[in-house]
């Protein structure tokens, strides 16, 4: 079946560098791509978001980029801060469907 | 706006009672709502998807007689567990698509209701 695989699990950066996470996607069908933000025992946020036809998206210190052909998308955060720190999740969408990635601990020290 | 409430947010049990989650969407109607359960430092896993006025759609693998599922309006839609057991203690999680006249297959996730069977 369809699936989403994320890299890395965890993730550790001194505060004021860059972090990407990593996702693979392996339905060619996909053609919604959000982020989620998720901090111990509160709902997942959105924090960030791209269509199939775009390649690239910005939100200030946020940015996804998309590769259809090669079916991969990333998350870029850049000049992280301690408060970036939680679970960052990656999902696949079409219609309907929606298929989370396993998730990313992202732990930024300071 | 787009704004999802659940109620519980948690909720301590004894093995073989059932116990009722809301899922409440505020400040739009939601047609589909998604029921997910998240154990400990795990991923979002779907459960089943809601339709308003019909039967919910469940996850290969989700009993729908143990998780019952009832969207009985454009703002609201229950899970049930029955006859609740310890392995059933998780994180379960609603969302709901953001408003139809919105182009977007967003979805708003409830905060979360946490489930301890005893």
Same mark, same amino acid.
């Given at each position: 079946g369809e699936n989403v695989e994320q890299h890395p699990s965890t993730l550790s950066v001194q505060e004021g560098d860059s972090a990407v996470i990593k996702c693979t996607y *392996?339905? *060619?069908? *996909?053609?919604y791509f959000p982020w989620y933000k998720q901090e111990l025992g509160k709902r997942p946020q959105l924090i960030i978001d791209i269509r199939s036809n775009v390649g690239e998206k910005k939100d200030q210190r946020i940015a996804v980029t998309l590769n259809k052909t090669a079916k991969h998308f990333s998350l870029h955060i850049t000049e992280t801060q301690p408060e970036d720190s939680a679970v960052y999740f990656c999902a696949a969408s079409r219609g309907f469907k929606t298929i989370f990635g396993a998730g990313t601990r992202l732990f930024v020290k300071a | 706006g787009a704004v999802v409430s659940q109620h519980p947010s948690w909720v301590i049990c004894k093995s073989g009672t059932s116990v009722k989650i809301e899922c409440r969407s505020l400040d739009f109607q939601a047609t589909t709502m998604f029921w997910y359960r998240q154990f400990p430092k795990q991923s979002l896993m779907l459960m089943a998807t809601s339709n308003e006025g019909s039967k919910a759609t469940y996850e290969q693998g989700v009993e729908k007689d143990k998780f019952l599922i009832n969207h009985a309006s454009l703002t609201l839609s229950t899970l049930t567990v029955t006859s =609740?057991?310890?392995?059933? &203690?998780s994180f379960y999680i609603c969302s709901a698509r953001a408003p =139809? &006249? =919105?182009s977007t297959d967003t979805q708003y996730f409830g905060p979360g209701t946490r489930l301890t069977v005893l």
């Open positions: *392996s339905d *060619s069908a *996909s053609n | =609740a057991h310890p392995e059933d &203690s =139809a &006249s =919105a």
